[in-house]
């Protein structure tokens, strides 16, 4: 049993695409000075506060409870607790920093550098760190040595995993990266709408950046699991595109409001 080198060339450029590729195009945005680099890296931290530090551990101990076990056998209202909670967690985080230590860096390219290190730290570290894993699984399981590592684990685990491992297709790893660039498409836009709703004192922009980010999670999950991955992906890239259109039509608000900000403080100057 072995994986094929299209499989491994598969999981290769993946891990390129999304652990090198994002460092790249922020160094390149920040170095040109495109994007600043605090709300860069507070996005970062928003999403990792919010998934990494809060949201996922919450729910592997609620995985571990009887009653959470239950409840995830009802799929649809799991699949909605799921879509809301991610919404809920990672617009917060997005809501708080944002709002807590961007208060004089809320222009349009400020939401734009917020969004991308949000995005792209959700890339790294969920997918981008899993293209690594499954390289050196590849490896392992093609040299012969996968039972003799993986000998710790419980039967079950192992077979699993190597099940898995072996039912992978190129296709599948290639349009993974696809979707990455729909979600950090979207991951923008979100910030983009917190961003208006801080700038605008508007705390609706807040439930509709929840709102959107939980239509997305559910919609992809259960077209995945109801349809197929195409349909599942389809959906993702026409939210990335209303959310694209979206974007550009809020910019001019940004600029509008960094106009007036100017004019003000001219007035002042002048008195």
Sequence with gaps: MTISTSVLAAFIFSAAAELLLPIVILLVLCLRKKISVKPMFLGAAAFFVSQICLRIPILQVLGAQSWFKAFALNVIPYFIALAVTAGLFEESARYVFAGGFLKEQRGFNDALAFGLG????EVILLTGMTQINNIIYTVIINNGSFSTITSKLPAATSQQLLSTMLAVKPSMVYIGVL???FAVTFHVFATVLIFKGLNEHKISYYFLAIGAHAVLDFGAVALSKYVNIWASEGFAFVVALTALFLIM?????????TTGMKNYEQIIKEQ
């Design 249 to 257: 039509k809020m910019k001019p608000s940004f600029q509008q409001k």
């Design 118 to 121: 949000h995005g792209f730290c």
């Design 179 to 181: 979707e990455r660039v």
